[in-house]
T-cell receptor
Framework: AQSVTQLDSQVPVFEEAPVELRCNYS??????LFWYVQYPNQGLQLLLK??????LVKGINGFEAEFNKSQTSFHLRKPSVHISDTAEYFCAVSVWETSGSRLTFGEGTQLTVNP | NAGVTQTPKFQVLKTGQSMTLQCAQD?????MSWYRQDPGMGLRLIHYSVGAGITDQGEVPNGYNVSRSTTEDFPLRLLSAAPSQTSVYFC???????????FGQGTRLTVV
């Protein structure tokens, strides 16, 4: 079975500062990796995904993440955040099973951007 | 382009009542799933389906039933609501074999 750990439950930053949200995973098989964002009272929206190829993945809204297989990590970064980036961010892994692909989520990281 | 539609958005139930949360998608996705979201616990898989007539249990299935009679619809039934089922419920869908999931807006359920 796979698992995901998001190392910070809350990350407060000031506007225009860089931010890193940390995610580690555990799996005995190859995984696909995702970051989702959830704005208040809304569903989850895909930020970016790693399926294969380049380990540096770029997503929407200026976010990027780097897949590190040896450290089993998939940290999310943004060089300069905006107030509008305030949201909860979820890291997720997916493995292919005979019955389809299942997503396992981390606990979430609340990013709060202050003026 | 509706995507994944969940109804209702909010619901208050009394302990012991039953209800059905509706989920419909218009993307012809084979794979549909239900998650519950609780503070500090992320999203946990309740039930999922890989196609019409096929369902299976996820991580936290107790107290919930599902059925999949069509590709489009995947309702979640609470048989006898308990306060522990107070949560936000999300329905998601994707193509089988593709791992990107599309989520509905959620149903916020309170059981008193």
């Amino acid at each position: 079975a796979q698992s995901v750990t998001q190392l910070d439950s809350q990350v407060p930053v000031f506007e225009e500062a860089p931010v890193e949200l940390r995610c580690n995973y555990s799996s005995s098989v190859s995984v696909y990796l995702f970051w989702y964002v959830q704005y208040p009272n809304q569903g989850l929206q895909l930020l970016l995904k790693y399926l294969s190829g380049s380990t540096l993945v770029k997503g929407i809204n200026g976010f990027e993440a780097e897949f590190n297989k040896s450290q089993t990590s998939f940290h999310l970064r943004k060089p300069s955040v905006h107030i509008s980036d305030t949201a909860e961010y979820f890291c997720a892994v997916s493995v292919w099973e005979t019955s389809g692909s299942r997503l396992t989520f981390g606990e979430g990281t609340q990013l709060t951007v202050n003026p | 382009n509706a995507g994944v539609t969940q109804t209702p958005k909010f619901q208050v139930l009394k302990t012991g009542q039953s209800m059905t949360l509706q989920c419909a998608q218009d993307m012809n996705h084979e794979y549909m799933s239900w998650y519950r979201q609780d503070p500090g616990m992320g999203l946990r898989l309740i039930h999922y389906s890989v196609g019409a007539g096929i369902t299976d249990q996820g991580e936290v299935p107790n107290g919930y039933n599902v059925s999949r009679s069509t590709t489009e619809d995947f309702p979640l039934r609470l048989l006898s609501a308990a306060p522990s089922q107070t949560s936000v419920y999300f329905c998601a869908s994707s193509y089988l074999g593709r791992t990107e999931a599309f989520f509905g807006q959620g149903t916020r359920l309170t059981v008193v």
